[in-house]
């Protein structure tokens, strides 16, 4: 895992009062306050609203762009939707983290864009497509977490890898129970584009065990730009200091040029007979005594 540190980028977007305001903060405050309007409408009776939010495939070709965004956040209350919130958080600060809220709001725009393009595509092949909710898209979150920390400990010490595979498979197939293979795509690419945007930022531990690269051809290998520290600024900083500290240690030490205890002592004797001994500083009266001791240790070794 690569580690690239980028000053600035780490700091939260405002505090209220005493409590940082993240990305991720906002972006789940967004999606619950869309929840509970969602639910305010629909028990007054105005569901319709909804309805000109959620993504259709014929309703973007017919010119409304808007649902291409706006669908992601029409969602109605559920257990479910809490723990996908606590999730979104949990595993979406780590990942801001990592790449900067610069770079993290654009890989969330990008997901959220990235399901409906695919789904029209199905539309303009006469397979109408409708969408709501952002479930592929924060799913996709958590596969990204995945690429920065595969390791990680979860359930019954499992690893994070493995997690992630068996939740993709279980939802996968639960789409297609549904009859809903395109999402399948969805969720499938989703995910694909957020791990390859997380190899692009320098997140190359191999979430598998196995050294695959991402790449294009006539494409050089990028410098990684973005931190990937576990435990955040911190950890990287640790880890900077260790780095240059073990440059330090097989460097060599610069040369310290000798000077003579007598010269040195009649030195700082003569700015003490004009400016008097308050004159020196803490490192001259170091080197005086160090000086005084010197010539006692040279004058003791010749008479003896």
């Known amino acids: ?14 505090h209220l009062g005493e409590f940082p305001i993240r990305l ?3 972006l789940v405050a967004l999606h619950s306050g869309a929840m509970v309007t969602a639910t305010l409408l629909l028990a007054s009776g105005h569901g319709a609203l909804l309805d ?17 965004v706006t669908y992601a956040f029409v969602a109605g209350p559920s257990v479910w939707f809490l723990f996908e919130m606590v999730m979104l958080y949990y595993f979406g600060k780590e990942v801001e983290n990592g790449l900067g809220w610069k770079r993290f709001a654009i890989l969330y725009t990008g997901l959220i864009l990235l399901g409906p393009l695919l789904l029209q ?4 092949a006469g397979i109408s497509q409708t969408l709501t909710g952002a479930q592929e898209v924060n799913f996709a979150v958590f596969a990204a977490f ?6 990680a400990q979860f359930f019954f010490g499992m690893a994070a890898r493995w997690v992630f595979v068996g939740l993709l498979a279980i939802s996968s197939l639960q789409l297609l129970a549904d009859h809903q293979p395109p999402r399948v795509l969805v969720l499938i690419s989703s995910c694909v584009l957020a791990v390859h945007l997380m190899r692009r930022a320098g997140f190359e531990e191999p979430m598998f065990g196995l050294a695959f690269r991402w790449s294009l051809p006539g494409l050089g290998k990028r410098t990684p730009r973005f931190s990937a520290m576990s435990g955040g ?8 200091a260790k780095s240059d500290a073990s440059e330090g240690k097989n460097s060599k030490r610069p040369s ?7 010269v040195e002592m009649d030195r700082l004797l003569e700015k003490i007979s004009h400016h008097g001994i308050n004159s020196l500083s803490e490192a001259e009266r170091s080197s005086l005594e160090q000086a005084r001791q010197a010539i ?4 003791g070794g010749s008479s003896s």
Do not use: C, N
Not at 296 to 299: D, K, T, W
């Open 1 to 14: 895992m690569s580690a690239v540190f980028r000053a600035g980028e780490e700091e939260p977007l405002f």
């Open 24 to 26: 991720i903060t906002l």
């Open 52 to 68: 000109s939010l959620a993504y259709s495939s014929a309703a973007v070709a017919h010119g409304q762009v808007w649902r291409l």
């Open 121 to 124: 595509a199905f539309g303009y």
């Open 146 to 151: 995945v690429a920065m920390h595969p390791g």
């Open 233 to 240: 600024i911190a950890a990287a900083a640790r880890a900077k």
């Open 256 to 262: 310290v040029p000798f000077v003579d205890p007598e």
């Open 296 to 299: 006692l240790q040279r004058s």
